[in-house]
């Protein structure tokens, strides 16, 4: 005779949130000037950016899209834009 057995398991699901906002810029444009020959490390701009989302969804993360431009400049944590070398105008 064979005996049943049984379990009654304990399952827990956690919902977690959704990214239901995109970043929103604080501004739509943004113009920036460099002097030529500027030392590495100057800041040329600043670009801000505010997310509804909560949690991880709501942090904000910035980077370039492309390759243009990211051996002259660099993006930090804060969207501070600086340059990575002296430029000239024909680097541009």
């Known amino acids: 005779m064979v005996k049943e057995c049984a379990s009654d398991p304990q399952v827990v699901v956690r919902v977690l949130g959704a990214n239901l906002f995109s970043p929103v810029f604080s501004q739509r444009f943004y113009l920036a000037e460099v002097q030529e020959n500027a030392p590495p490390g100057s800041t040329v701009i600043q670009v801000r950016a505010t997310d509804e989302d909560s949690g991880l969804f709501g942090q904000?993360?910035?980077?370039?899209?492309?390759?243009?431009?990211?051996?002259?400049?660099?993006?930090?944590?804060?969207?501070?834009?600086?340059?990575?070398?002296k430029l000239t105008e024909r680097i541009l």
């Not at 051996?71 to 804060?78: P, R, S």
């Open 60 to 85: 904000i993360t910035y980077s370039f899209i492309n390759d243009l431009g990211k051996t002259q400049f660099n993006i930090d944590a804060d969207g501070e834009i600086s340059t990575l070398q």
